[in-house]
């Protein structure tokens, strides 16, 4: 009994923590749309990221109970998923290697906003490794801290941004935001093959 309200409420966490990363994917987005933000645009690859992984990681723990059709539309899922996420990753790169040189006016106070929705998947994901019971704790533990660390150098840019040129400083930091995103896949591939 209280091992089905467990898992009960793990798969609660779970639905909190794809909820809360999503809202902060949409938040991100919309935000480095309208304001031009490299940073914004790379802390929503990771949350796209953290979605991914998410659901790979669910979908793992239920392989025994899915048919053949549900595999195929996770795996059609997954590759769209991914898709997006990688062509995201380059737009914020060539955004970012033209910030560096064209660098516009940041306003710090609107990335700050844009970006609390992502402190919010932080905390979530923060919780979710937390009451993991998993062997490989210490990989998901890597890759909560990583998907936190986006949110919080955003954080670090809009305050930067308000002592020191902030447009410079959006494209150095969102490039350094999607070189991460190459940590994070050694991380899901160590998780893999444990």
């Known amino acids: 009994m209280s091992r089905n309200r467990a898992s009960i409420g793990a798969r609660s966490l779970i639905r909190l923590d794809l909820t809360a990363h999503g809202a902060a994917l949409v938040s991100c987005t919309v935000g480095g749309v309208f304001l031009e933000s490299v940073v914004l645009m790379g802390a929503a690859s990771h949350h796209l990221a953290t979605i991914g992984i998410r659901l790979l990681t669910a979908e793992q723990r239920n392989e025994q109970h899915q048919t053949p059709r549900?595999?195929?539309?996770?795996?059609?899922?997954?590759?769209?998923?991914?898709?997006?996420?990688?062509?995201?990753?380059?737009?914020?790169?060539?955004?970012?290697?033209?910030?560096?040189?064209?660098?516009?006016?940041?306003?710090?106070?609107?990335?700050?906003g844009f970006a609390m929705p992502g402190v919010l998947g932080c905390l979530t994901s923060a919780a979710l490794v937390r009451r993991s019971v998993n062997p490989g704790r210490y990989i998901d533990k890597a890759d909560a801290l990583l998907?936190?660390?986006?949110?919080?150098?955003?954080?670090?840019?809009?305050?930067?941004?308000?002592?020191?040129?902030?447009?410079?400083?959006?494209?150095?930091?969102?490039?350094?935001?999607i070189l991460m995103l190459g940590v994070r896949t050694l991380v899901c591939l160590a998780r893999a093959l444990d």
């Open 70 to 112: 549900d595999n195929i539309m996770f795996s059609i899922a997954q590759v769209a998923l991914w898709t997006c996420c990688m062509s995201l990753a380059i737009y914020v790169a060539s955004r970012g290697a033209h910030g560096m040189f064209h660098a516009k006016h940041l306003n710090a106070i609107a990335v700050l």
């Open 147 to 177: 998907s936190a660390v986006p949110s919080a150098l955003v954080l670090c840019v809009a305050g930067g941004a308000l002592l020191v040129d902030g447009g410079k400083l959006d494209a150095i930091v969102g490039l350094a935001i």
